[in-house]
């Protein structure tokens, strides 16, 4: 499997203050040149964020929290990159930020697809469809999965 790039990079988005004069923390995530940005729930004032290395400048309390915050968020995405290649996925931006946030990617299998083809034509003989036609796709289904199954 052919390694990838991945970067992690923390910023404030200036040009979005919230109402209590704050600016949002952001994470971007970037895998083979694609990326993909997400917000943290939390936020910080502008003059207390480093912009060159992406953190909270300071020694207060405030700023080691966010800085907490954003070491186990790093040490989440880079858990997550782990997972995905150790399953032999392909790594993408996406894929972490998917993972990050717990939504399940469901694909669906072709014996899948074609049975919800074969259900909705199933409801439309009379209409749209002849029962010999249908009765055609679930003789195409049988040999379908047939083949698969060998």
Known sequence: MKRATFNVLFFIQRTKK???GTSPICARVTVNGS???FRLQSSISD???DHKNG???????GAHEINELLN???AKLYNYRSEIYASGKTLTAEGIR???FGIEETGKTILQVFGEHNDRCKSLIGIDFARGTYERYVTCYNHV????ST
């Open 18 to 20: 919230l109402r209590d």
């Open 35 to 37: 990326r993909t940005e």
């Open 47 to 49: 003059k207390l964020w």
């Open 55 to 61: 953190c909270a400048k300071g020694k207060t309390k």
């Open 72 to 74: 186990m968020v790093q």
């Open 98 to 100: 998917r993972a990050y």
């Open 145 to 148: 999965e047939n083949f698969i």
